[in-house]
């Protein structure tokens, strides 16, 4: 594999997304909640537009219903506490 090519995972695979605003425990939960757990960890100035509410300095006509789905809180960043981190499966000698 060359330095920079790309590397496709399937959401099965994945069970943690680390970054600066958190930690997304994501195995085992269903597309919605894990949508909502990566939104919950994304960049403060992006949340609104990710879970549909228009945020300040945007359109009101992008968005003109919300449903009540798209409603759900966020939890705020300063709330969150940090969780170990999971032993890799080649830590432990289940890999290939």
Do not use: Q, W
Not at 17 to 32: D, F, P, Q, S, W
Not at 59 to 69: F, K, L, N
């Amino acid at each position: 594999m060359k330095e920079g090519a790309g590397i496709t995972l399937g959401r099965g695979d994945i069970h943690y997304v680390v970054t600066e605003y958190g930690i997304a425990y994501l195995h085992g939960k269903n597309i919605r909640e894990r949508a909502m757990d990566l939104i919950s960890i994304a960049h403060p100035k992006f949340r609104p537009m990710l879970i549909g509410r228009p945020s300040a300095g945007t359109s009101s006509t992008a968005t003109s219903s919300t449903s009540p789905a798209k409603e759900a809180s966020i939890p705020s960043t300063s709330k969150r506490t940090a969780r170990p981190a999971a032993a890799s499966p080649c830590s432990s000698g289940r890999c290939g």
